[in-house]
């Protein structure tokens, strides 16, 4: 009996991955990019638009308030698929990038003072760097870096040490998307919160590929985009803890983020409205809906043991090629495989791989400390999602030969 | 011959594995750097000009096998000539790696750039080829320090 049956008949479910590419058929190994659409979320989306298409939150009229109903019973779906405690809780944003970008600006802003410190790791996306620097520039505040062994792991003695009375913010990257490490997050968030320091997890890479429970992990924040989790672009979801989203500031400002204006004086909105200024992204935020509806009829503990054997097969499979190494060799990996090979830039394997129809990314995959940590200047990386399967590995196995055969 | 071989022809492999004039030049009167951010092929490229001829070219640097090949080609190709011919053969040879050459077009004054005519099937690589003859046209025009490719 294949355990993993019932998740091989998904793949018909995503209808972008019938086509060819070059004449052949296509592998889409680039998961981590960006997932495909499953055609339920398509389906989803395009209903909206058919039938529903209003704006939210101010009509009377029918359209309006079906509308409405279904964008907030998004908020929560989501609720109840991350385990947070209310839907208020729950903020629409564009990604995780904005989600991020939104804590910095405006808990970082009251929270981080001249000589604190901000704690990042050694493997973060720019998104989860960037926005720090130019806080702790503006603040004169220092960022802090939590170093990583040459597996790909944040050495936690480290990060203990980096725990101080300064420490304001601690955000760091649940799923690397350029190693695949997936770090202890729930025992970094206690030690965080021995020293009173709050925890943003960027969750990018996670929610994909295993259940989130953010209760449990006890984070204070915690953010998501759609798009990599077979939802669509342009909208995500920045989790926060009752207490300190209170506490913040708006982020922008503008419609839907009030309860009354006046030119002398405004007064905000409650949660989570105060966050969401202007008309979102409803179409987006429904086909997230569909997205969720789908993650959890697939059930993720499957996906993630699925993704896992998936892994652990391409990770033998191309170590019997000598010239390899494997870039993140972390104990705990998500199904991300980056690598290099000895005399053959990332790029020349790329364009091999299209020509066989494999859809990788090569580059610094916006993470460039971690290849300056690494000494190299790029990796190529395949990613898995649940709909590929081991025959596409092997047929990338095929083309990792001729581009040694081409290129070697 | 199928586009790939088509793209990593033999003399490219061979200007890949071993660059022509790889080397800082002690001497140089001009040089200049050249990086493209999305992928992290960077060069420098130095030049010893003598009034308006190139006496020596020479290059340092990493990148994929197209960036490094072409400037390797580039530097065996412009070695003597004047920034005049240097200016006129790279407005040559990137209508060559973009496909809007014309066959008339393709002479023998090309000599070994005319490897790169596989790059025109992948826009994605046009970038790489012409990394290394945007730094010198930089160079020869007194530009600023970095040449960024986006």
Redesign the interface.
Same mark, same amino acid.
């Given at each position: 009996m294949d355990r993993f049956q019932s998740i091989r008949g998904c793949r018909h479910h995503f209808p972008l991955l019938r086509q060819r590419v070059n004449g052949k058929p296509l592998v889409y190994f680039d998961n981590a990019a960006t997932s495909q659409k499953p055609q339920v979320v398509i389906d989803a989306m395009m209903r909206y638009y058919e039938e529903e298409n209003s704006n939210i939150h101010r009509g009377v009229h029918y359209l309006s308030t079906r509308a409405t109903e279904a964008y907030e019973a998004v908020r929560g779906k989501v609720q109840h698929f991350i385990n947070a405690g209310h839907q208020r809780e729950i903020i629409f944003v564009r990604g995780s990038t904005e989600g991020i970008n939104l804590v910095a600006h405006s808990y970082g802003r009251t929270a981080v003072k001249e000589g604190d410190e901000v704690l990042i790791s050694a493997m973060e996306h720019h998104s989860n760097i960037v926005p720090w620097q130019i806080l702790c520039q503006e603040k004169n505040a220092t960022l802090r870096v939590i170093p990583m062994n040459d597996r790909g792991e944040i050495i936690l003695e480290e990060y203990a040490k980096l725990l101080t009375p300064r420490t304001k913010i601690v955000s760091i990257v649940h799923v690397s998307n350029a190693l695949g490490t997936i770090n202890p997050v729930k025992e970094m968030v206690a030690m965080a919160h021995e020293r009173g320091i709050p925890v943003l997890l960027d969750g990018a890479q996670a929610v994909p590929h295993m259940r989130v429970d953010v209760r449990d992990l006890g984070c204070d924040f915690y953010v998501f985009s759609a798009h990599k989790a077979f939802g669509p672009t342009g909208v995500g979801i920045l989790y926060g803890t009752t207490k300190l989203l209170d506490a913040m500031p708006p982020y922008q400002s503008g419609g839907d983020m009030i309860k009354s204006v006046t030119f002398e004086k405004t007064i905000y909105n409650d949660l989570p409205h105060k966050f969401e200024a202007g008309t979102p992204n409803i179409g987006g935020g429904i086909g997230l809906g569909a997205a969720i509806d789908y993650m959890n009829e697939i059930n993720l503990s499957a996906v993630g043991s699925f993704e896992h054997e998936l892994l652990a097969y391409a990770t033998a499979g191309v170590m019997e090629i000598p010239s390899l190494r494997i870039i993140g060799t972390a104990r705990e990996k998500a199904s991300v495989l980056s690598f290099v090979i000895d005399g053959i830039h990332p790029h020349d394997i790329g364009t091999i791989l299209d020509d066989e129809g494999i859809a990788i990314r090569t580059g610094h995959h916006c993470a460039q400390p971690v290849m300056q940590r690494f000494g190299i200047p790029a990796t190529a990386r395949a990613s898995f999602a649940f709909y590929n399967t081991k025959e596409e590995i092997d047929v990338f196995f095929g083309a990792l030969h001729k581009v040694i055969e081409v290129l070697g | 011959m199928?586009? #790939?071989?088509e793209?990593?022809q033999q003399v490219i492999?061979d200007h890949?594995r071993s660059p022509r004039n790889f080397r800082k030049m002690a001497d140089a009167t001009k040089s200049m750097e050249g990086y493209n951010p999305?992928?992290?092929d960077?060069y420098t490229v130095y030049l010893k000009l003598n009034g308006d001829t190139i006496d020596d070219i020479s290059f340092t640097g990493?990148?994929?096998? #197209?960036s490094k090949a072409s400037a390797s080609v580039m530097s065996a190709t412009l070695k003597g000539k004047t920034k005049a011919e240097a200016v006129r053969l790279f407005e040559q040879f990137h209508r060559l790696v973009t496909g809007s050459l014309a066959a008339e077009e393709q002479t023998d004054s090309l000599g070994k750039l005319a490897a790169f005519s596989g790059v025109s099937e992948?826009p994605?690589?046009v970038k790489?080829a012409s990394l290394a003859w945007h730094t010198v046209r930089a160079a020869l025009e007194g530009e600023a320090k970095t040449v960024t490719l986006e």
């Open positions: - | 199928s586009a #790939i071989r793209l990593y492999l890949n999305l992928c992290g960077h990493s990148g994929c096998a #197209i992948f994605a690589r790489c």
